[in-house]
C-alpha cells in the first residue's frame, strides 16, 4: 500500500437532485485529497443527472437501472480503485478532516478492517430553524464495536452507526461480498453484520458525519423497511455464529424482533419471536415484561418498548 492510499467515495443517487450537490462538495471539501468520487445514478428520472454533470470530470459518474441503493453500491464497488472505501448517501454529508482522520488510523492500526467516527443529525424545523443532534446521544452510534466476539452481539439487535460514519479496507468489503441487492432499506445494518463475521471494527473519536434528515428518504418507507428487517432477522437466526451468542442475548433479539414487528402491525408475529425469547432465556425479565403490556396494551406496547429504550439505552437490558 502507498504512503497515501487512495479513497474510494461511492454515493448512490436515486431523484436526489435537491441533495446531492451539498454530498459531492462535501467530498470535496477533503483535507486528505488522493480520493476519486464515484457516482452511480440508480435510474433517476429528475434532475439529479444534470446536477452531478456540473461537476465535470472530477466526478465519474455510472449509470445503472433502478435496482436499488445495494446494486448502485455494488457497481460503485466493482468500478473504484482504492485502498480503503466509503459509502456516502446522496441526502448527507461528511466533514473535512474525515478523510485525514480515519486514513491515518487505518495506516497505523492494520488489525483494524472498519474505523468510524461519529457525527450530528441535522434536521430543519417547522419554523425554518435548523437543529443538530450527536449521533450518540440519539442513539444513532454506538462506540463500542470492536473484534467480532464483541460486534456481533451489539450488532444484532441494531445498527451502530450510519454508513458514512465509516471507513473500510477494500478487502474487508471483497470477502463479504458486497451489499445483499434484495434488501431495500437497512442494506447497511446486514453489510456490517456480515463484515464483523471476520473483521475487527474500531471506533475514533470525533466528527466526520453529517446526517440530513430528509422526509420522503427510504428511511420513511416503512413497507420495504418491514420486509427488509424481517429478512435480516431471519439471516440472523440462521446464522452458524448466532448460536454462540449468550442466552440473553439471543433473547434480547427476538425481543427487538417482536417490537418492530408490532410496530409494523403485525402482533401474531410479534407474539411468535416473543415465544423465541422465552425459550432462549426464560428468564429474561423484559420479555415477560413485554408480553404482559402488550396485553393490557396491544399495539401500543411497542411505543412503551422504544421509550424505554430511548431513555435507557437498547443495551442496558
Not at 423497511?225 to 435480516?232: A, D, E, T
Request: aromatic share 12%.
Amino acid at each position: 500500500m502507498s504512503l497515501n492510499p487512495l479513497v474510494s467515495v461511492i454515493i448512490p443517487v436515486f431523484n436526489t437532485e435537491a441533495h446531492i450537490a451539498g454530498a459531492i462538495e462535501s467530498a470535496f471539501a477533503q483535507t486528505y485529497k488522493n480520493h476519486e468520487i464515484i457516482v452511480v445514478n440508480d435510474g433517476s428520472t429528475d434532475r439529479t443527472l444534470e446536477v452531478v454533470r456540473r461537476f465535470d470530470r472530477n466526478v465519474r459518474l455510472l449509470q445503472t437501472p433502478h435496482l436499488g441503493p445495494s446494486a448502485a453500491r455494488n457497481a460503485g464497488i466493482q468500478a473504484s480503485q482504492g485502498d480503503y472505501l466509503v459509502f456516502l448517501d446522496a441526502d448527507d454529508l461528511i466533514l473535512p478532516q474525515k478523510f485525514t482522520l480515519q486514513t491515518q488510523y487505518l495506516k497505523a492500526n492494520p488489525q483494524i478492517d472498519v474505523v468510524y467516527s461519529g457525527g450530528y443529525r441535522l434536521w430543519t424545523t417547522s419554523h425554518g430553524f435548523e437543529k443538530r443532534e450527536s449521533l450518540e446521544k440519539i442513539g444513532m452510534l454506538n462506540p463500542r464495536l470492536g473484534a467480532p466476539d464483541v460486534s456481533l452481539p451489539q450488532l444484532v439487535t441494531q445498527n451502530a452507526f450510519p454508513i458514512h460514519c465509516a471507513m473500510t479496507r477494500r478487502e474487508a468489503v471483497v470477502d463479504c461480498g458486497g451489499f445483499d441487492v434484495s434488501l431495500f432499506g437497512l442494506e447497511d445494518w446486514d453489510f456490517w453484520l456480515r463484515i464483523a463475521e471476520r473483521s475487527c471494527f474500531s471506533y475514533l473519536p470525533g466528527d466526520v458525519a453529517v446526517y440530513r434528515y430528509v422526509p420522503g428518504s427510504i428511511s420513511y418507507q416503512q413497507v420495504r423497511l418491514g420486509k427488509s428487517f424481517r429478512m435480516i432477522c431471519k439471516k440472523i437466526e440462521k446464522a452458524e455464529w448466532f448460536e454462540r451468542l449468550p442466552r440473553h442475548v439471543q433473547a434480547r433479539f427476538y425481543l427487538d424482533w417482536a417490537t418492530q414487528e408490532l410496530m409494523f402491525r403485525d402482533p401474531d408475529y410479534a407474539r411468535k419471536m416473543l415465544s423465541h425469547a422465552r425459550r432462549r432465556d426464560p428468564s429474561y425479565l423484559p420479555a415477560l415484561f413485554f408480553e404482559a403490556a402488550i396485553a393490557l396494551m396491544g399495539e401500543h406496547a411497542a411505543i412503551l418498548y422504544k421509550l424505554k429504550r430511548r431513555i435507557l439505552g437498547p443495551r442496558n437490558e
